[in-house]
């Protein structure tokens, strides 16, 4: 069966390192995206990408980066983890089209910055 | 003012129940209009989507879109333990715009 995976569920991390929280999808969906989810403001949207060397930023996107090389991955990297990146991390993949209304998730990463 | 505003509960009902979740909007170019079910320390699910105004039904569950007043609800028929989750009310104004997110409503229903 097709899946989205993310590695690794659990992650803790100093104040300054570099962070890389991966994602992986075998749905060949061209839609791949990354949400933070915190208490009090739901989901919101990291980065996104609608295909290979595509990338755009969403509405959190400071401190962050992603790259998209193939159809399967887009690893989301924290260039200098802060205590405020402390959250829960879901990829996100979905068909082209545009309509992201069919959003397949991950299980999400759980990282905390001490 | 957020773009959409979800009471985030929690909500307790008696297994049997029917529930009813809420969600409002500002933004007047949502056209699509989703839910998702999500268990605790799990990704979220589609449960419903719906396009524009209008209802639609699924098993137990009924969404409901009232544009006029920028009010969408899921009822849940008959609610059983299993529906037990966090319930994430999305829109989206067209095709390639962003998906927004209400904070989500607890639900439990107790046996």
């Known amino acids: 069966d097709a899946e989205i995976t993310q590695s690794p569920r659990h992650k803790i991390t100093e104040t300054g390192r570099q962070v890389t929280l991966a994602c992986h999808q075998t749905?060949?969906?061209?839609?791949m995206f990354w949400y933070r989810q915190d208490l009090g403001h739901g989901l919101r949207l990291i980065h996104y990408?609608?295909?290979?060397?595509?990338?755009n930023k969403g509405e959190v996107s400071d401190g962050y980066s992603v790259s998209r090389s193939n159809t399967e991955d887009l690893p989301l990297t924290l260039e200098s983890a802060a205590s405020s990146q402390t959250s829960v991390y879901f990829c996100?993949?979905?068909?082209?089209?545009?309509?992201?209304?069919?959003?397949?998730f991950g299980q999400g990463t759980r990282l905390t910055v001490v | 003012q957020k773009e959409v505003e979800q009471d985030p509960g929690p909500l307790s009902v008696p297994e049997g129940a029917i529930v009813s979740l809420n969600c409002t909007y500002s933004?007047?170019?949502?056209?699509?209009f989703m839910w998702y079910r999500q268990y605790s320390r799990k990704g979220p699910e589609l449960l419903m989507y719906?396009?524009?105004?209008g209802n639609k039904e699924d098993g137990r569950f009924t969404a409901q879109v009232d544009k006029s007043s920028k009010y969408i609800s899921l009822f849940i028929r008959d609610s059983q333990p299993s529906d037990s989750a966090t319930y994430l009310c999305?829109?989206?104004?067209?095709?390639?715009?962003?998906?927004?997110f209400g904070i989500g409503t607890k639900l439990q229903v107790i046996p």
């Open positions: 933004n007047s170019a949502f056209q699509y």
């Open positions: 749905w060949n969906h061209n839609n």
């Open positions: 996100a993949s979905s068909e082209a089209g545009g309509r992201n209304t069919e959003a397949f």
């Open positions: 719906t396009y524009s105004s």
């Open positions: 999305a829109m989206q104004a067209g095709g390639y715009q962003k998906v927004t």
């Open positions: 990408s609608y295909g290979v060397q595509d990338t």
